[in-house]
């Protein structure tokens, strides 16, 4: 059971906007930065994120997302078949003195 | 370009240990902290450790403590994950990450290489 919960699933059709939400606590995500990876079918993590909402270079400008006290969202937007992935948040957690990931997030692009 | 290549992996009888390196190059390694996180198959992101980028601290998540050490070796540019007493529910891909800054999270990611725990 993680300490950040992510929905196990989400979907839309190509050009719509979805969410996905990341609920923490006051020890992460009210806390630190957060943290948002892509994860195409049998590859590793890419960053999409950081810093709460900020694009590393060469993330299109679709992908947005943003921080209120413990809770984070990511936002896509002109959904693309090619968005179709697990996505994750993450955050340090002074607590556990220690990153913790969302569980993930399935986004299927319909 | 940053990369990062994870090796060692492989099939390991339970209780037996396993050390997994990671390579890296295409930045100046001894100035970056360092993650290793792990996938079960099928299942989610897990976090194992962290290392500052001089060594000075290293983090774990209580499932791991004392079973796994994170170290690294800056004059080789590699990271090191040493895992003792492994277990079934060790089986996964593990992925040696760079942080970002102040080890708050990673910005780029090796391939993983597969653990299998299996008699």
């Given amino acids: ?110 | 370009q940053v990369q990062l290549v994870e090796s060692g992996g492989g099939v390991v009888q339970p209780g037996r240990s396993l050390r997994l390196s990671c390579a890296a190059s295409g930045f100046t390694f001894s100035t970056y902290g360092m993650h290793w996180v792990r996938q079960a198959p099928g299942k989610g992101l897990e976090w194992l450790a962290a290392i500052a980028y001089d060594a000075s601290n290293e983090y774990y998540t209580d499932k791991v403590k004392g079973r796994f050490t994170i170290s690294r070796a800056n004059s080789r540019n590699t990271l090191y994950l040493q895992m003792n007493s492994l277990k079934p529910e060790d089986t996964a891909v593990y992925y040696c990450a760079k942080d970002r800054s102040g080890l708050l999270g990673a910005d780029q990611w090796g391939q993983g290489t597969l653990v299998t725990v299996s008699s």
């Avoid at chain 1, 006051?26 to 930065?33: L, R």
């Fill in chain 1, 1 to 110: 059971q993680s300490v950040v919960t992510q929905p196990p699933s989400a979907s839309g059709t190509p050009g719509q906007r979805v969410t996905i939400s990341c609920s923490g606590s006051t020890s992460n995500i009210g806390t630190d930065t957060v943290y948002w990876y892509q994860q195409l079918p049998g590859t590793a993590p890419k960053l999409l994120i950081y810093h709460n909402n900020q694009r590393p270079s060469g993330v299109p400008d679709r992908f947005s997302a943003s921080k209120s006290g413990p809770s984070a969202s990511l936002a896509i937007s002109g959904l693309q078949s090619e968005d179709e992935a697990d996505y994750y948040c993450a955050a340090w957690d002074d607590s556990l003195n220690g990153w913790v990931f969302g569980g993930g997030t399935k986004l299927t692009v319909l």
